[in-house]
């Protein structure tokens, strides 16, 4: 069955009987048609559940006929009426039979009786906690209602003798519900019914089971409402005691409630809206609205005129901070001032927001923002963001711009940043000024501005903490497949807004990066595009004076580039690093995209591939190399095989000790002799060195200076002192 709005999969009725005495037993699925294939709504629908509602009610009745002026009377019996929340799979029938009336059912239907608790609620203390196993919470169920149904010649009453049931968890009684119509005279109603205090952590932890909610704040209300034919309400809903908490991380923050009440009264077509919330840690927030409408209206129509205010005052907004998503926290002082006008349906607000000493911080994340200011102001369908100011580190960054309010909203945003520290972690540190302008409109959201980077670290040498693929479950013992699914649903993205983005980013000069043994400075300009929806890059980035650790060895980097053509996860590369302190040119190339890069050794002049690598690796040639560096250097082959820079095992003495060569060789004379030789690398043109044979008495001391490319100094003294110039010439 389908109908506007609204898809049946299956219905069963059974009933028997006859007009004067029958039963009858229903039971239906009920939920919202599925998005057209291919629209946005299908594409961010969860494919594997979709929510729906279990609809179940068993009654007998009898009918009786009336005589004369005595009207028609059908009483009935509901042993039960049920109405509650389940998942189904994507054909659209639902989880368990709906001729059976136990699917689903919680301990939350005993609230029939009381639904009230006298525990104050422990919450989880983790605000990203799991999905709870526990079952969805019933929205309605009552038993052993008693329904009566009366039809005149021209007249319908139905009437429901005094009960209870629950909603939502909390115990509902009425002494009063009947619903009564005279030929064209309007339709009149009367409901006299109160809500028993209930303790609201209980209902919200069933709600967002992963929020981390806890207290033991009981709320009541009282509802009286009567039409013959004018409207007469009286709704109130109060605070009976208990304060309620929030607990993340381990920490539990109490709001401090001391009042919470709501109340509406509606005498003669003027309705009168009243709230209070206070509370040591949450504040003050006090308001007064009143409607007119038509006397005779159950409720006000959207043309129906509106006036009241909103006055909100806000010691700390670090309370206030639960609202808002994990890790990030919340401070200082927020004050309202605000006048609403307007129409029901179109409300508008008058008035000025300010807040002081605003503060706004994620450690986690480095963001650190301090000594904020807010300015705004509300003039009916449109709003002004006056100034919006933070300090952050050294520098300042400011928001100010304009909305229109209404059916077709629009916001257009300046963001002014001024050597602003927009990140401050220990490996991620970046002070930025430039402008960025944002305008939005319920149908995409445009981006332009230039961002220019003043100075900034990026350390990669630091990962992140190991996570799960976003394709990978955890379900754990006790969870069911329809807690699974219905935290799917919880999680499924919204259908985002188109994004139109033009964003020049300027890298600057005093950008380091660091880590994987890079050590370099990255200058160069980006212009950040969406054309289609995806976001795209073009432009270069370059390095300056810097440093690549491979083979155990501190190459220089004489050319960096990394060019951006579109995709901006897979950049073009063109990297040349070489060993300083060598005779001729040796370095490693590394060239294609990220993806696919290729990584191969050069040197000026041309020469064989070991003689490159064993230059590269030892700094001597390949036939001066004794039998532990041939070693050394089978390893380094190894690696650049395998596309790594590393050379090999984890654990290397000589970076231990914070050398530049630890060898040990077979000395070339009559008698072999065991030398070990320990060196270092002080700068570019400086190298000492001392080498000891086992045998010897004393150990020679060396000091290599390297005057120019092909011209050496070698100085050496202990057994064998001597002073050497080398000249060297290659050919061929």
């Known amino acids: 069955v389908r109908v506007p709005g609204l898809v049946l999969p299956r219905i069963a009725l059974d009933a028997d009987g006859t007009l ?18 291919g629209s946005e709504a299908s594409a961010a629908a969860p494919a594997a559940a979709a929510e729906s509602l279990a609809l179940a009610a068993d009654l007998s009745g009898a009918w009786r006929a009336g005589t004369g002026k005595a009207p028609s009377t059908w009483r009935a019996t509901l042993s039960e009426l049920s109405l509650r929340r389940t998942t189904s799979p994507a054909n659209g029938s639902a989880s368990g039979d709906p001729r059976s009336g136990s699917e689903g059912r919680s301990s939350a239907d005993a609230g029939t009786g009381t639904g009230t608790g006298t525990g104050t609620g422990t919450g989880t203390g983790a605000r990203k906690a799991r999905p709870s196993s526990a079952p969805p919470l019933p929205l309605f169920v009552a038993r052993d209602l008693q329904l009566v149904l009366e039809q005149g010649e021209q007249s319908l009453a139905l009437r429901l003798e005094p009960g209870r049931a629950a909603v939502l968890g909390a115990a509902l009684r009425w002494s009063r519900l009947q619903w009564q119509r005279n030929g064209a005279a309007p339709a009149r109603l009367a409901v006299q019914a109160e809500v028993e205090p209930f303790v609201v952590a209980e209902l919200l932890q069933r709600l967002q089971p992963g929020f981390g909610w806890a207290g033991d704040l009981r709320l ?19 605070r009976t005691g208990g304060d309620l908490q929030i607990s993340e ?4 923050q109490s709001l401090g409630l001391t009042d919470l009440r709501v109340a509406l009264d509606a005498q003669a077509g003027v309705w009168r809206l009243t709230e209070l919330i206070a509370g040591a840690n949450l504040g003050r927030i006090e308001g007064r609205q009143t409607v007119r409408a038509e006397p005779t209206a159950l409720f006000p129509g959207p043309e129906a005129p509106i006036d009241g205010r909103l006055d909100v005052q806000v010691e700390n907004l670090a309370a206030w901070g639960a609202w808002i998503p994990a890790g990030w926290r919340l401070g200082g002082t927020l004050d309202a001032s605000l006048r609403l006008a307007g129409r029901v349906g179109a ?55 304009t909305a229109r309010l209404g059916a077709q909203p629009q916001a257009q945003l300046a963001l002014v940043a001024e050597e602003a520290e927009v990140l401050g972690r220990v490996d991620r540190r970046i002070v930025a000024s430039g402008r960025i302008d944002v305008r ?36 754990r013992p006790g969870d069911t497949a ?10 499924a993205p919204s259908a985002p807004r188109a994004v139109e983005m033009q964003l020049a980013i300027d890298l600057g000069e005093r950008l380091q990066l660091r880590g994987l043994g890079i050590d370099t400075r990255l200058t160069g300009k980006l212009q950040i595009t969406t054309p289609k929806g995806r976001l795209e890059a073009r432009g270069e980035i370059r390095t300056q004076d810097g440093t690549y650790q491979a083979y155990g060895q501190d190459l220089q980097i004489e050319q960096g580039i990394i060019t951006f053509v579109g995709n901006l996860e897979n950049p073009r590369l063109n990297i040349e690093a070489v060993r300083a302190e060598t005779d001729v040119r040796v370095g490693v190339r590394v060239t294609g995209s990220v993806l696919t890069p290729r990584i191969q050794l050069f040197s000026d002049p041309e020469m064989p591939a070991t003689e490159k690598l064993a230059l590269l690796v030892t700094g001597r040639s390949y036939d001066e190399l004794a039998g532990s560096e041939t070693l050394l250097l089978q390893r380094a082959a190894l690696a650049l095989l395998q596309g790594d820079g590393s050379g090999g095992s984890k654990f290397d003495p000589a970076k231990l000790l914070r050398l530049d060569e630890l060898s ?46 092909r011209f050496t100094v070698r100085a050496q003294s202990g057994e064998d002192p001597a002073i050497d110039l080398i000249w060297m010439f290659r050919w061929n």
Do not use: C, M, W
């Open 20 to 37: 004067a005495e029958h039963r009858a037993s229903l039971r239906a699925s009920l939920r919202q048609p599925a998005p057209a294939p």
């Open 347 to 401: 409300p508008e607000l008058i008035g000025e927001v300010h807040g002081r000493e605003l503060a706004l911080r994620n450690t986690l994340e480095g963001v650190s923002l301090r000594e904020g200011r807010l300015d705004a102001r509300f003039d009916g369908n449109s709003a002004r963001l006056e100034v919006l100011r933070f300090q952050a580190g050294e520098g300042e960054l400011r928001a100010s711009g």
């Open 664 to 709: 040990v060789r077979q000395s070339d004379g009559a008698t072999a002799d065991t030398i070990v030789t320990l060196g270092k690398q002080l700068s570019e043109r400086v190298y000492v060195g001392y080498e000891r044979g086992l045998s010897a008495a004393a150990g020679n001391l060396q000091l290599i200076y390297r005057i120019a490319q």
């Open 220 to 238: 009541g209300a009282r509802i009286d409402v009567s039409s013959d034919p004018v409207v007469r309400a009286q709704v109130e809903i109060a």
């Open 440 to 475: 939005l409109d319920p149908e995409k959201v445009a981006i332009t501005g230039k961002l220019g980077i003043d100075r900034g670290l990026i350390d990669i040498s630091r990962g992140g903490a190991p996570s799960l693929a976003e394709d990978v479950t955890v379900r």
């Open 249 to 252: 991380f381990g920490v539990v």
């Open 482 to 491: 329809a807690a699974d699914e219905a935290a799917a649903a919880e999680a």
